[in-house]
């Protein structure tokens, strides 16, 4: 696949519900939220309906669906009532995750090696139902084969130990694990598949990989969300454009590295 100069901005929703789940009710409302993200400059809008049903609601789903013009990336764990929910909603795109019942947020990418013959017959459904699927890896090598051969349309690169390096503070670790995330993009890239990237990105964080030109696609959620609380959901969706925009156009030509993975 060849580099890209178009960067797509992907907002989860999620949180939104979290807030109102503290409370129950109505507000805030994630598909208002979806709404104003379209209006800020989102390219799609992307919302985990976990088994728990921690934030997103299965009706959240359902007016995510039929309301929002944006393309709906559904996050889902690979299970027979995820999959019959996906079928019946069928959104623009799904993308598998691991999922834990203890766990807060989703703790690292799905092992496709190990998992491969559990994934075949999701990937296979969803697909043949005109879905796109995308798979959410750590940036290794035999992740990225291993989805490549399953028939997934993407991969989405974890990208959460690179943003735990960067506020530790260590750079070596910090320069090793986007070394890893741009080799894998290329990697990914070279094998035909689209590279998307996201978990735990920031204003801070978010540059480095906007600038990596195999990645097409951004997906932030939590950053989002807590920062709305401070600057408005509008006005942080467009700070997180534009610094998206700037790094991706000085990027534009830098060389991978070689050897991140």
């Known amino acids: 696949m060849a580099n890209s100069s178009i960067l797509r901005l992907g907002v989860n929703i999620d949180h939104v519900a979290t807030i109102r789940n503290a409370r129950g009710g109505m507000h805030p409302d994630p598909v208002r939220a979806a709404r104003m993200a379209a209006q800020a400059g989102a390219d799609g809008i992307t919302a985990h309906l976990r088994e728990d049903r921690r934030h997103i609601s299965d009706s959240d789903i359902a007016r995510l669906a039929a309301e929002i013009s944006l393309p709906l990336n559904l996050e889902m764990a ?25 766990e807060r947020t989703t ?12 994934l075949e017959p999701f990937v296979r459904t969803l697909k043949s139902a005109g879905i796109r699927v995308s798979l959410f890896v750590d940036p290794e090598r035999v992740q990225l084969y ?17 943003c735990e390096a960067a506020q530790s503070g260590d750079r070596n670790a910090l320069a090793a694990e986007l070394a890893r995330i741009e080799g894998a993009a290329e990697e990914g890239a070279r094998l035909g598949l689209e590279i998307h990237a996201g978990h735990g990105l920031s204003f801070e964080t978010t540059g480095p990989i906007a600038a990596i030109d195999q990645i097409v696609e951004l997906n932030i959620g939590h950053f989002l969300v807590g920062e709305a609380i401070f600057g408005g959901l509008d006005g942080t969706i467009r700070r997180m454009r534009m610094l998206m925009n700037e790094a991706r156009a000085k990027g534009q030509g830098r060389p991978v590295a070689s050897g991140g993975i």
């Open 78 to 102: 690979a299970t027979d009532e995820m999959l019959a929910i996906a079928l019946n909603h069928r959104p623009h795109a799904a993308c598998l995750v691991p999922e834990k019942r203890e």
């Open 107 to 118: 703790e690292g990418g799905l092992d496709v090696a190990r998992e491969h013959r559990l």
């Open 146 to 162: 291993v989805a490549h051969a399953l028939g997934a349309d993407v991969v989405e690169l974890h990208t959460g130990t690179y």
